[in-house]
């Protein structure tokens, strides 16, 4: 692991006239580490990945690659390699030329470059494919080529440019668990954008979201999950019901809200808001589906809601189920399909209730809009 | 699939109007516009310059007289090979050439820039512009600002006058260097949109790849913008190639007195002399000879009939 070359931003703008793509920006990511950007389409999370292989340069601020400034250093002079969107193999050259482009540019003869070929195929299990142009080669088979491609020039850090998104399902997932073992084989650091927050919690060691050119948490893949630090990272990976209200009281790490349709609710308060949150203030309760369970007892208590469900999703190993809270209040609940008798057919009026700690309170703020 | 399905189907999908009036047109721009007048040259070729009287008289038999004409000369000449016309007819051929490659080496960076920062704004629309609008003036007119242009007291002979660089004005036309400007400015759109289209579908990505990956500009565009442009290229080349080697105003206009291009040869038979066999067998030689030129060029260079009609 300690090949991989450590890479931080520096309080990095960038900006294309008026429009600030970017805003201060401090990531520090280790090296050897799977780091990924996550967040909606125009977060700015492309831009920076851009700023980092050295396509444009920021506006304010510094790069650093292995402690040192990249400044004024182009992309074909910093010790990193690309992975596009759309791979961008080139369609014109044999898979092994593809591969072996960097070392040609270099001016490697063509037997070594031949024999690196076969070793890099040999590691993508391509193994006697070298001859084959790219366009014979199914979508995965691609995939692989253009990280070998990326991999043969031996980058400190590999840039992946959401290279999973023209895949089907299947041939994602089956891909995430690929990466994520070439990136422990090779140790070095792998910087990875994405949307898609499966891809960025199954693979990284640290996710930063980003919001609007802002980065909002950096953290670990549970963090981000169970302990979000915007209402933005909590609506927008993975799914929450929200509740708005303000606090009521302040009881050690739990909080109670009262919220305008489902009365009072109590909840762990977020890290990101422990100390800063003050009675009275508008706050936000998110509630996970999966957190929501069937209360057996249905006596009133502050983690508890009624309400009656409108309809049902099958889904195989979850049923997710839509209710309709006080003051027709939507919430989502989604339950593991473990065989047993359902209890959500429609107009049953049901109590639900939710462990106080899987449920978080954060100050109010902009949610990720749907 | 026999040929009364295709035509049941043919007039299903685009109606009996519409359909018919397609056939027709396809059929008489085929025929009549391309065939037939190629055909009739080509019968020409192999008669005898016969006065009209004796046409289709017992006399007009076919003949291979104006082919052993362009090569052998005229029966008991003092050469043995007919020097004069094969000279032109070499010289043409390379000066076609030279002014292809001239004109690809021209063209390539102007319709790289455009297909590349198309959407980049004003500049490219007026550069478009330039290019296009001296196209709605008359070729001979075109060939005559050139001849203005680059005669003894034209702008570039007094502009280098003016500075000083040469003591007494050049003889642009004598040396052939104004035919050359003018065959290469004539056909440079039919260079540049071949090329340009071609680019403008190469994937962005592919340049930045290739760039990331430490490139220079050099390998790039030998990697792989010239390899994906070679379809255009290719296309640019040939039609550029085939109407300079065909060209007559650009040569009679700015041609220098000792410089004949082959289509002047041509012209005279067809219309001085009057012998239209000998004009149209000189013709057909041009046409096979560029054709096969083409051809050899696109085996040699890898480009299949296919990719250039993309």
Redesign the interface.
């Known amino acids: 692991m300690s090949k991989g070359v450590g890479v931080d931003l520096e309080d990095v703008c960038i900006r294309f006239g008026d429009f600030v793509a970017v805003r201060e920006a401090n990531v520090s990511i280790k090296g050897g580490e799977f780091f990924s950007f996550l967040g909606p389409s125009g977060c700015g999370k492309t831009t920076i990945l851009r700023a980092v292989?050295?396509?444009l340069e920021p506006s304010e601020g510094r790069v650093m690659i292995g402690g040192k400034d990249m400044a004024g250093f182009?992309?074909?002079?910093r010790p990193?390699?690309?992975i596009?969107?759309?791979l961008?193999l080139?369609?014109?050259?044999k898979v092994w030329e593809n591969i072996t482009?960097?070392l040609?540019?270099?001016g490697v003869g063509k037997a070594a470059r031949r024999k690196r070929a076969d070793e890099l195929l040999e590691m993508i299990a391509l193994t006697g494919q070298g001859d084959k142009l790219p366009s014979e080669l199914s979508g995965g088979q691609k995939q692989r080529v253009a990280i070998a491609?990326a991999l043969c020039?031996e980058p400190d850090v590999l840039l992946l440019d959401e290279p999973l998104s023209a895949l089907d399902l299947k041939l994602r997932q089956h891909m995430r668990t690929e990466l994520r073992e070439i990136q422990k084989r090779v140790g070095i650091t792998f910087i990875y954008i994405t949307h898609d927050q499966g891809e960025a919690l199954t693979m990284s060691d640290n996710v930063a979201v980003m919001r609007a050119g802002i980065v909002d948490q950096i953290s670990d893949g549970h963090s981000i999950y169970n302990d979000p630090a915007t209402p933005f990272v909590a609506s927008f990976v993975g799914e929450n019901n929200v509740f708005r209200g303000k606090v009521k009281s302040i009881n050690g790490d739990h909080a109670v809200i009262d919220t305008n349709r489902s009365g009072d609710l109590v909840a762990r308060i977020a890290t990101s808001a422990k100390g800063s949150l003050n009675i009275g203030d508008p706050a936000m309760m998110f509630l996970r589906p999966e957190a929501c369970k069937i209360a057996t007892d249905t006596s009133a208590a502050q983690n508890r809601l009624t309400a009656k469900v409108l309809h049902e999703e099958f889904e195989g190993q979850i049923y997710n189920v839509f209710l309709e809270g006080a003051q027709g209040k939507e919430i989502k609940m989604s339950l593991v399909n473990v065989g047993q008798e359902r209890q959500s057919k429609h107009s049953n009026e049901l109590t639900l209730e939710y462990n106080p700690d899987q449920a978080v309170i954060l100050p109010a703020g902009e949610l990720a809009s749907e | 699939m026999n040929i009364a399905n295709f035509f049941r189907n043919y007039f299903e999908k685009n109606g009996i109007g519409l359909g018919t009036f397609l056939l027709v047109a396809v059929v008489f721009w085929v025929v009549v516009l391309i065939i037939l007048p190629q055909l009739s040259m080509l019968d020409f070729s192999f008669r005898h310059h016969l006065p009209p009287p004796e046409m289709g008289g017992p006399k007009d038999v076919y003949t291979l007289e104006h082919y052993e004409y362009l090569i052998l000369g005229a029966p008991g000449a003092d050469t043995s090979y007919n020097v004069v016309d094969l000279g032109v007819f070499g010289r043409t051929l390379m000066a076609a050439v030279f002014v292809t490659l001239l004109n690809l080496v021209i063209c390539y960076p102007i319709a790289y820039y455009l297909a590349q920062t198309k959407g980049g704004g004003g500049y490219t629309r007026i550069l478009v512009l330039l290019l296009i609008i001296p196209y709605w003036i008359n070729e001979i007119l075109r060939a005559f600002a050139f001849r203005i242009i680059f005669g003894d007291s034209g702008l570039i002979n007094e502009t280098l006058l003016v500075f000083g660089l040469i003591d007494n004005p050049v003889d642009f036309i004598r040396a052939n260097v104004a035919l050359y400007a003018g065959l290469g400015y004539a056909y440079i759109l039919l260079m540049i949109f071949p090329i340009y289209n071609v680019i403008e579908s190469l994937d962005r990505n592919q340049i930045e790849a290739a760039r990331d990956m430490g490139a220079s500009w050099t390998r790039i565009h030998w990697r792989v913008v010239i390899p994906y442009a070679k379809p255009g290229i290719s296309s640019g080349c040939t039609m550029v190639f085939m109407l300079t080697a065909g060209a007559l105003a650009a040569p009679q206009i700015l041609g220098g007195p000792s410089s004949l291009w082959f289509t002047q040869i041509i012209y005279q038979w067809f219309n001085q002399g009057g012998n239209w066999p000998r004009g149209a067998a000189f013709a057909i030689v041009l046409l096979v000879t560029c054709v096969i030129i083409v051809l050899s060029m696109m085996r040699i260079f890898k480009v299949r009939m296919g990719d250039i009609g993309k």
């Open positions: 292989s050295g396509f182009g992309p074909n002079k990193t390699a690309l596009f969107q759309n961008a080139f369609p014109l050259m482009f960097s040609e540019v270099q491609r020039a």
